[in-house]
């Protein structure tokens, strides 16, 4: 069984959900998603911290926590993968979120990538 790759998510991250929702988060470490499922996540939800670069002509992210649900207590961390355009996504919730989690995760579903975790 090929072995994974070990996923660090930054302290401030971490800091970040536990300031806000005052609880240590539960992590669901996803499959890669390409820019499409950013550009979804981003489009209606506050990001509270972020990593960019500016090409000249466009910004991209190299990293982001997206405060993707307030009533659920979820948040997503979003890493850049060294190759373009593909991301790493770590999902934050409370252990009370399940359901809320499972349909963000079907809902990604048409966005990842073909990897394995």
Same mark, same amino acid.
């Given at each position: 069984?090929?072995?994974? %790759?070990?996923?660090?998510?930054? #302290?401030?991250? /971490? =800091?970040?959900?536990? $300031? @806000? ?7 669901? %470490?996803?499959?890669?998603?390409? #820019?499409?499922? /950013? =550009?979804?996540?981003? $489009? @209606? ?73």
């Amino acid at each position: 069984m090929e072995e994974r %790759k070990e996923f660090k998510i930054p #302290e401030h991250i /971490i =800091d970040i959900f536990k $300031k @806000k929702y005052e609880l240590y988060p539960c992590f669901i %470490k996803t499959r890669n998603v390409v #820019e499409g499922g /950013i =550009d979804v996540l981003t $489009k @209606k939800n506050k990001i509270v911290w972020f990593d960019k670069i500016f090409d000249g002509k466009n910004t991209h992210i190299k990293g982001a926590l997206i405060d993707y649900s307030v009533s659920n207590k979820i948040m997503i961390y979003v890493k850049a993968k060294e190759s373009e355009k593909v991301y790493e996504l770590v999902i934050l919730s409370s252990d009370e979120s399940g359901v809320s989690v499972d349909l963000l995760l079907k809902g990604l579903n048409k966005y990842y990538t073909i990897d394995f975790i």
